[in-house]
DNA sequence: ACGAGGTCCTGCGAGC
DNA sequence: TGCTCGCAGGACCTCG
């Protein structure tokens, strides 16, 4: 489930590929992942537009046309971005939610099978306001105890629900927000103002370590994740709690807990450890 | 202002 | 074996 690792990961592998490129004979097979824009009006600014250069944001990736406009695909649980050398196989098409050419024979593939994901195209007014009401890149060097205290001391909702705001802290999930607290020893019902400046410390260590080392493995792939070249990323090898309910904590060897209570989302931890 | 809970969407695994 | 049901989840919405 693409999450900022994830989506860093298609991003740096399309990027170099994508730069340059100008969009030609796009299609858009689904029109319910399309937020605040129609489709005809879609395919009629893409068709012909130039990339500049692909980023991400939070769990966003990015793609920036030379005219001004952003195509922002946030891919939720199960949208991956694929480049394809040629005409699209039938399986390839399946689950295609948007295609479009990219010179050559090259198309471009937004696939989603559950559609959770959205795709805007926004203009730089709209990029904007969009980007304004996301929290800061917890990745971001200047991102330092300080301001993580700021964006979650407000709040006395759990910490791990706090985690997961994307108004508070941009891109971290459900994953993530799991491994950050186990690795930080910090029960996930706490109430986020209840944390105390070592904690918020440890978090923070935490938070950078565990979203640095899923980069460095290419992202988590439990199921339909995949990278930009569409591989599997491999840090699912490397949870610590995700995915683990009733198996040994790798600290304390104690049967890992798992409650629905925090947000109706599973959240997987160690009563012991993390108290 | 904040918090709780419902909704979207489809594939899959559990259970009968 | 074949069916139904419920769950997975991020973001957004409504209601209290």
Not at 69 to 80: A, I, K, N, Y
Not at 122 to 138: H, K, M, V
Not at 142 to 163: C, N, T
Request: charged share 30%; hydrophobic share 35%; glycine share 10%.
């Amino acid at each position: 489930m693409p999450e900022l690792p994830e989506v860093e990961t298609i991003v740096r592998d399309l990027a170099p590929r994508l730069a340059g490129s100008r969009l030609s004979s796009p299609r858009i097979h689904k029109t319910d992942v399309l937020r605040g824009i129609s489709r005809g009006r879609m395919l009629r600014l893409l068709d012909g537009a130039r990339i500049r250069c692909v980023t991400r944001r939070a769990k966003h990736a990015v793609l920036e046309l030379d005219s001004g406009h952003r195509l922002v695909f946030q891919p939720g649980m199960t949208g991956s971005l694929l480049i394809y050398p040629g005409r699209l196989t039938a399986e390839q098409r399946r689950y295609a939610v948007l295609e479009t050419g990219i010179g050559g024979r090259e198309k471009l593939v937004y696939r989603d099978v559950r559609r959770i994901g959205t795709i805007r195209l926004l203009d730089e007014r709209g990029w904007a306001s969009y980007t304004d009401r996301i929290g800061p890149e917890p990745v971001d060097p200047d991102f330092d105890p300080v301001e993580l205290a700021a964006r979650i001391s407000g709040s006395r909702q759990a910490i791990k629900k706090v985690l997961m705001d994307q108004r508070r802290i941009a891109g971290v999930g459900n994953i993530y927000a799991s491994e950050a607290l186990f690795r930080a020893r910090i029960d996930p019902s706490r109430p986020a103002s209840h944390l105390g400046t070592p904690e918020t410390e440890r978090l923070h260590r935490a938070l950078k370590e565990v979203l640095t080392d899923a980069i460095a493995a290419r992202g988590t792939t439990v199921r339909d994740y995949r990278t930009g070249t569409g591989g599997s990323g491999s840090f699912q090898s490397l949870l610590q709690v995700y995915g683990r309910a009733g198996e040994p904590c790798v600290r304390c060897g104690t049967p890992l807990a798992e409650t629905h209570a925090i947000d109706a989302r599973q959240t997987v931890f160690c009563w012991r450890c993390q108290s």
